[in-house]
Each structure stands twice: as C-alpha cells, then as structure tokens.
C-alpha cells in the first residue's frame, strides 16, 4: 500500500541469541570443524552488522580450539537429514554401521525417530527381522552408508516406544 519494502529487526537473532546458539553447538561436539564454522557463518549473516564484529572476536577463539569429534561419516547433517525424511516417510533403511569394536555389519531398519545426546546424535530404530519389539541405538557418526528401501511400514508394525510420538 506504501509502494515501499520493510524489514522488521526483530526478524535478525541478537547478538545474545546468536551466542548463545554457537556455544551450545560448539559445547555439544555434534559437528565436524567445516561443519560448524559453516553453521556458524550463516547463522552470523541473522544479526545486524555492527554485532556481527564483536561476534566474531568472541567466536574465532572458540572455534580455533574447537575439540573435534571423530565421524565415520562424511557429514552428520546430511545423514540426519536422510533419516528424519526416512522417519517421516515410514521407509524401511539398510545402514552399514561401525560397530563399538569397529566390526562393520548391516542392519535393515524401521527408523522411529533421532535423539542428541552425549556428543553424538542417535538413530532409535526397530530390526526388521528377529528380535523387532525393543528399539536399537545407533550412532548416527557411525554410519557408513544408508540404503532406502522402496517399501513402506506402518506404526502397525512398529512397536509404540513413546506412544505419543508415534501414534500421531
């Protein structure tokens, strides 16, 4: 009606926000370093251009002594990102995993639902064959490859571990 464009500040994180979102991504070691200094970059580009200065003083001391975890994967993002689309979708998955003992064996999978804890990001699954009552933890880190399945599975063939998450 103004024949104009606005921009509402309060669509930009703080510079409080912002901080606070990086330290908890760095305190959680979830990321490989590229990871997150790309995270980092993009979530930088959300606040006004005179924090973002100071935000980055008070963000290159932690990122250059970031304490790296160790992945079997190529990128945790891109994994996590499959499986909640996986989730969603009720498909049934084959990964090739790294056990503890980094013996590597293949699963095939109804994927229930993702959970971060610890430093790592889990996948919370059901075996498809043998013992498909109890959910099985994987390390999402730990994955090598994922396959999807073209066929679909219903909660009917799920155990309900949380009753509310899967039966909506």
Not at 136 to 148: G, N, P
């Amino acid at each position: 009606q103004d024949r104009c464009y606005r921009l509402f500040m309060d669509e930009f994180l703080s510079s409080k926000e912002l901080f606070s979102l990086v330290e908890v991504m760095i305190g959680a070691r979830a990321f490989s370093k590229d990871e997150l200094l790309q995270l980092t970059a993009k979530l930088k580009k959300f606040t006004t251009p005179e924090d973002r200065q100071k935000l980055n003083e008070l963000v290159r001391k932690e990122l250059y002594h970031y304490p790296e975890v160790k992945h079997d994967c190529e990128s945790v993002q891109d994994y996590l990102w499959q499986l909640v689309n996986c989730i969603a979708d009720k498909q049934e998955i084959s990964i090739d995993y790294y056990r503890m003992d980094r013996k590597w064996v293949t699963h095939r999978l109804r994927p229930a639902s993702v959970m971060f804890t610890d430093y790592y990001f889990y996948l919370i699954a059901f075996l498809t064959e043998g013992k498909t009552e109890k959910p099985y933890y994987f390390r999402i880190d730990r994955i090598r490859q994922i396959t999807v399945h073209r066929k679909k599975f219903s909660t009917e063939d799920t155990p309900a571990f949380d009753e509310g998450l899967l039966r909506q």
